[in-house]
């Protein structure tokens, strides 16, 4: 047994997931990423975050059967359809606003960390789920722009999903 766990409430990586009809992100005037049809998640992790955590999260979103099937039943997958994906670092998923009127960022990961898990997540989801993932880039002032389908919007955090 080791002597010292991490509650698992700690353990708080999070995807925000929007289905879209189309999506990109920009970067002072450039496209960086743009999808179609799919998914746009926003990611952010914590500094107790790791692979393992991540490993999880992706699988569960990956299964997530949120697309329409021939019936109007949301029954398919993002691989059933095809669909794309646009995954953009966001640290602000992390806002305490318990105090004041100005935002903590606090309970966000250290940018190495946070980063090191954001291209953890990207090479996982090309290498295992054979799927094209566009990106924003990590640390820049990005302008995010999206139709999201439905609206459909889900939060995936790890403490949900580890429990």
């Given at each position: 047994v080791p002597a010292f766990v991490i509650p698992l409430s700690l353990w708080i990586m999070k995807?925000?997931?929007q289905r879209v009809l189309?999506?990109?992100?920009?970067?002072?005037?450039?496209i960086k990423g743009k999808i179609g049809h799919g998914f746009m998640v926003l990611f952010g992790a914590c500094e107790s975050d790791n692979e393992e955590i991540a490993d999880k999260l992706i699988k569960k979103m990956m299964g997530l059967r949120i697309f329409a099937d021939e019936n109007g039943k949301t029954n398919l997958s993002l691989s059933d359809v095809n669909g794309e994906l646009l995954l953009v670092s966001q640290f602000t998923l992390y806002a305490d606003c318990k105090k004041?009127?100005?935002?903590?960022?606090?309970?966000?990961g250290s940018p190495e960390h946070a980063n090191r898990l954001y291209e953890y997540t990207i090479n996982k989801i090309i290498s295992e789920y054979?799927?094209?993932?566009q990106t924003g880039?990590?640390?820049a002032d990005m302008k995010v722009s999206l139709v999201n389908d439905g609206p459909f919007t889900i939060?995936?955090?790890?403490d949900e999903i580890l429990k």
């Open positions: 995807f925000l997931i189309n999506a990109q992100v920009e970067i002072e005037g450039n004041g009127n100005r935002p903590s960022f606090n309970k966000s054979g799927i094209d993932v880039e990590f640390g939060i995936l955090d790890s």
